[in-house]
């Protein structure tokens, strides 16, 4: 059974950084990247950031780029968001999930190529 488990989220000021951390486990994950979408209230689920656990390959939303970095710890099974220069528009609940490498190259910006996904975790942004 795949689990991911996020953690890391919190409250933070505009212009502070958090990190998130997405510990994975029940499978063998070199045939799969990892992805970081997010929901604010009321609006759809978007993609942030993704990695393949080699971690020589990222990708990452218009919207993040400069601010956010994703890396991997391959022997914790465990990928990290690192969320720098917050505004309050990142405010949103946050969730990894794990995506096919056939996917990867051509679909990792759409939610419907992942198959198992976390519980989420809450990033508010104060202003």
């Known amino acids: 059974q795949v689990q991911l488990a996020e953690s890391g989220g919190g409250l933070v000021q505009a212009g502070g950084s958090l990190r998130l951390s997405c510990a994975a486990s029940?499978?063998?994950?070199?045939?799969?990247?990892m992805g970081w979408f997010r929901q604010a209230p009321g609006k759809d689920r978007e993609f942030v950031a993704a990695?393949?656990?080699?971690?020589?390959?990222?990708r990452f939303a218009d919207s993040v780029k400069g601010r956010f970095t994703i890396s991997t710890d391959n022997a914790k099974n465990t990928v990290y968001l690192q969320m720098n220069s917050l505004k309050p528009e990142d405010t949103a609940v946050y969730y990894c999930?794990?995506?096919?490498?056939?996917?990867?190259?051509?679909?990792?910006?759409?939610?419907?190529?992942?198959?198992?996904w976390g519980q989420g975790t809450q990033v508010t942004v104060s202003s």
């Open positions: 990695v393949n656990w080699s971690g020589e390959k990222t």
């Open positions: 029940g499978r063998t994950f070199s045939s799969y990247a």
């Open positions: 999930a794990t995506v096919p490498l056939t996917y990867y190259n051509d679909r990792y910006y759409s939610d419907s190529s992942y198959d198992y």
